[in-house]
């Protein structure tokens, strides 16, 4: 059973989270509140999230400083943030929500299916992530265990058995992503979206070397496993 996605939602407003609420629900993933800036970066203390939707104008701790602190954790730096903001801004505003890492910056009104569309974007990297730990942590046990057992046909047998079946659950994995980075293609997509699926198809690659490494009749020793992150 696939796993849901979380996303985070950030507003002051009761209202606005409900109006998120109702544009993304069709995206069928967990969506979490959080109506300050205070509270979200207490929800990201525990959870791991897709993508986070940040107003900018809230009351205490704004969007801009929010942002700041998430990017500064190891843990949550690498979320990608989309800025959502009612400010008529100039220039130098949008380039301050770029500066504090974010990876779009909307005003509001938006149109409903612009960011469900850009939110699915990074939902679906994201799960293409996980998928890839998952695959990487399935090779490290193959390479870490492997060694006692090749000595026995029973072993052999199970070993390739594993074999086979990481690299059929690679080869979906590395389907997915081509199919993204094609739909990205076509529809012009942000350059960090781009961007981030590159890096994904690159992670694939070298997973793909290693487990190849590892074939019978390839000559070769246990290859590293590339991180996934």
């Not at 949008?94 to 612009?114: C, E, H, L, M, Q």
């Not at 992503?177 to 012009?188: F, G, I, V, Y």
């Not at 992670?203 to 290859?223: F, H, M, V």
């Amino acid at each position: 059973m696939v796993q849901k996605a979380k996303i985070l939602l950030v507003d002051d407003r009761p209202e606005n989270l409900l109006a998120l609420e109702a544009i993304l629900s069709a995206l069928d993933q967990t969506l979490v509140r959080a109506s300050s800036g205070e509270e979200a970066l207490k929800a990201l203390l525990t959870d791991d999230f897709a993508v986070i939707l940040l107003d900018v104008q809230m009351p205490g701790m704004d969007g801009f400083e929010t942002a700041a602190h998430i990017k500064r954790r190891e843990r949550t730096r690498d979320i990608p943030i989309i800025f959502l903001t009612a400010i008529n801004h100039g220039p130098h505003h949008t380039f301050r929500g770029y500066a504090a890492g974010a990876v779009d910056y909307i005003s509001k009104p938006f149109d409903p299916w612009v960011l469900r569309a850009k939110v699915s974007v990074f939902v679906e990297l994201y799960m293409k992530n996980c998928q890839l730990r998952e695959q990487a942590a399935l090779l490290r046990l193959q390479l870490e265990g492997g060694g006692g057992k090749a000595s026995t046909g029973g072993g052999v047998k199970e070993s390739a058995g594993l074999l086979a079946e990481l690299s059929a659950r690679l080869a979906a994995v590395e389907e997915q992503a081509e199919a993204l980075s094609k739909q990205l293609d076509d529809e012009s997509a942000d350059a960090a979206a781009v961007a981030t699926a590159a890096h994904l198809e690159r992670k694939l690659t070298g997973l793909r070397r290693a487990l190849d490494a590892l074939e019978p009749g390839t000559g070769s020793g246990p290859a590293a496993v590339p991180s996934p992150n």
